[in-house]
């Protein structure tokens, strides 16, 4: 198979040759404020193959958006480039287009398959390195000055961008800058021009054609802050570094790629990758309001005229708010997430999104879902696929209002985080698992553990009977979030909180209840909870941190005699039921002290919430 032959279009080859030598090399590039002059964006989010029927169906878009760039009874031109893949090592897999994966049979590959669609393909023969690869290859970065392959890309109707590193595309189709020489090793450029060939590329779209592209070409299609490289879990532990690195770091290009996407930050590969985490980390840290996710067989299709966009595949696109959200840089709270089925629509102008087929804003009846404990898809535990994308759609699909699920939990991704949803007045979702407006929160995981003592008993726990226990309760912050001053709450509902600065991870504090000794033996059972806080003090809307305690007592000895009962009986609570005794007033105090009897997590809290209550009144008592 070959590239079909070139041709002149609407004006002489050889004019459109010496146009772009004289008028578009060394065009600055200004893809972040450059606004959209027109045409369109096919934004595919990976993985597609012919014979594919989602993949096939994306590609006949984009043919019937180049027919419309060409007009009636012309044959759309596509040019194809490569560039992102690596390059090819010798002649022999140049030419494997059917097994090997370079920039050069790449361009063969997408070429057979788009001819399938009575198209003329023009493989762009620009790969990353300049110079040749091995005698007499024809790609090269070089290529990207040369007004004929110029001349070539703006004789097309579309473009395509296929996969690999789209920090490729960059280095090839611009010259580029950084602040310094070590900037500009790792790919943090600051400032680019366009070469020959970019500046025709931009020609194709701004004048109504297609710029689309798959993986890394989707990123490329971004302007300004450009994401470049990251893990789930080292991107939201570290945060974002300007360039590119080969470990898992979290990383972006400044200057970013081709600015063709004006809407927002966009990442592919998305929900199955779990990179919901990556992309609000890189948005909220740079300030970017809105960034875009486009799952693999699934495309997002951009009029940039309109300011439209339109969900087609086999998937969906999730679409990710963080204009209302709060950080410290670890925890972040108020993130809008939606996830658009095929066949919805998005107004960039208005913001507002539609989704296919029946829409509901009632809560679903499916079960309330499970906890995942792997929800990031690590390598080092599960290494799932779709774990926070299904999270969210199996809340929206029950009746709960949140759910929540943590990442893995070893010491190579210490410390944990957790993901929590929350469905909102403004939730609505549809049968193909689409949803708008789930708030969402990304934190540390609110943890604590509580030990208490009987103050005065002997080693047995041995007090008078007829007398009152003072219990200290000892609260330790295990977690990763600082906490609320907690609270404590007996077996009656009785409530009071210690008056404390917030409890910091690591941190411990002290309550003292009171509660009076009954004949034999008896257990004290209360509930420690605290709301967790960002570091700036701010709660977090998530669930709290709750732990149980239990003392034992052991009333001995004679009788004392009762304390004296308040005068006058307790209202009724309702009804014509009889008023119950009334209880003395409850008292809470903080001492700071510190002492331990036995530790219990939160497992053992649901035991002992489950054992016996001390039988009568209790109290708090604050001093």
Not at 234 to 252: H, N, V
Not at 556 to 575: C, F, K, L, V, Y
């Amino acid at each position: 198979m070959t590239a079909s032959a070139p041709r002149a279009r609407r004006i002489g080859i050889g004019l459109l040759t010496a146009s772009l030598a004289a008028g578009l090399a060394g065009t600055t590039a200004t893809p972040a404020l450059a606004e959209p002059a027109g045409g369109y964006v096919v934004a595919i989010g990976g993985a597609v193959s012919p014979g594919d029927p989602a993949s096939d169906a994306i590609m006949q878009r984009i043919v019937d958006l180049a027919q419309q760039h060409a007009g009636p009874g012309a044959t759309p031109r596509i040019a194809v480039l490569t560039t992102a893949s690596q390059v090819a090592t010798d002649a022999e897999v140049a030419a494997d287009w059917q097994n090997e994966d370079n920039a050069t049979a790449n361009g063969l590959y997408y070429a057979d398959w788009l001819e399938r669609f009575g198209v003329e393909v023009y493989p762009v023969p620009i790969d990353v390195n300049p110079g040749e690869d091995y005698p007499g290859d024809p790609y090269s970065a070089d290529n990207a000055d040369d007004p004929e392959v110029a001349a070539q890309i703006a004789a097309s109707d579309a473009v395509y961008f296929g996969g690999g590193d789209q920090v490729n595309y960059v280095r090839a189709l611009m010259d580029c800058t950084g602040a310094d020489a070590a900037t500009e090793a790792v790919y943090a450029y600051t400032a680019c021009t366009d070469t020959p060939a970019m500046a025709a590329i931009r020609s194709v779209v701004d004048s109504g054609g297609v710029s689309a592209g798959t993986s890394a070409g989707l990123t490329i299609q971004q302007g300004a802050e450009m994401i470049s490289g990251g893990n789930s879990h080292e991107s939201w532990r570290d945060g974002a570094t300007a360039g590119w690195y080969e470990d898992g770091r979290l990383a972006y290009i400044p200057s970013g790629g081709f600015g063709f996407f004006s809407e927002g930050m966009l990442d592919s590969h998305f929900a199955r990758r779990d990179r919901q985490p990556r992309i609000v980390r890189l948005a909220i840290q740079l300030q970017r309001p809105l960034a875009f996710g486009v799952e693999e067989k699934t495309a997002l299709v951009v009029d940039r005229a309109a300011r439209t966009g339109e969900v087609i595949g086999e998937l969906g696109t999730s679409v990710l708010d963080v204009s209302g959200a709060t950080s410290d840089g670890t925890n972040a709270d108020g993130v809008r997430y939606s996830y658009l089925s095929p066949g919805s629509t998005i107004d960039f102008a208005s913001g507002t999104m539609t989704l296919a087929g029946e829409v509901r804003t009632e809560p679903g009846t499916a079960p309330a879902p499970t906890r995942p404990t792997d929800i990031w898809g690590s390598s080092e535990c599960d290494y799932g696929i779709f774990g926070t994308l299904d999270l969210a759609q199996k809340l929206v699909a029950s009746g709960e209002r949140t759910a929540s699920g943590d990442s893995c939990d070893t010491p190579a991704e210490a410390p944990s985080f957790r993901t929590t949803f929350t469905r909102s007045e403004r939730t609505a979702w549809n049968a193909e698992g689409g949803f708008t407006d789930l708030e969402m929160a990304i934190t540390g995981i609110p943890a604590l553990s509580a030990s208490a003592r009987v103050l005065g008993a002997g080693p047995d726990g041995a007090l008078p009977a007829g007398s009152e226990a003072e219990i200290e309760v000892t609260v330790t912050n295990t977690g990763g979030t600082p906490l609320a001053a907690p609270s404590l709450a007996d077996a009656d509902g009785t409530r009071a909180a210690a008056e404390a600065d917030p409890l910091q991870p690591g941190a411990s504090t002290t309550l003292r209840a009171v509660t009076p000794v009954a004949e034999g033996a008896q257990t004290f059972s209360a509930e420690v909870r605290a709301e967790p806080l960002n570091a700036d003090g701010v709660r977090l809307r998530i669930a709290p941190a709750a732990g149980g305690v239990p003392a034992r007592i052991v009333g001995a000895g004679e009788t004392a005699p009762p304390a004296e009962e308040p005068e006058g009986p307790e209202p009724p609570r309702g009804g014509d039921a009889p008023a119950p005794q009334p209880a003395p007033q409850e008292r809470l105090a903080r001492t700071g002290g510190a002492g331990t009897a036995w530790q219990i997590g939160a497992a053992g809290a649901a035991l002992v919430a489950a054992g016996l209550a001390l039988s009568g009144a209790r109290r708090l008592r604050r001093r």
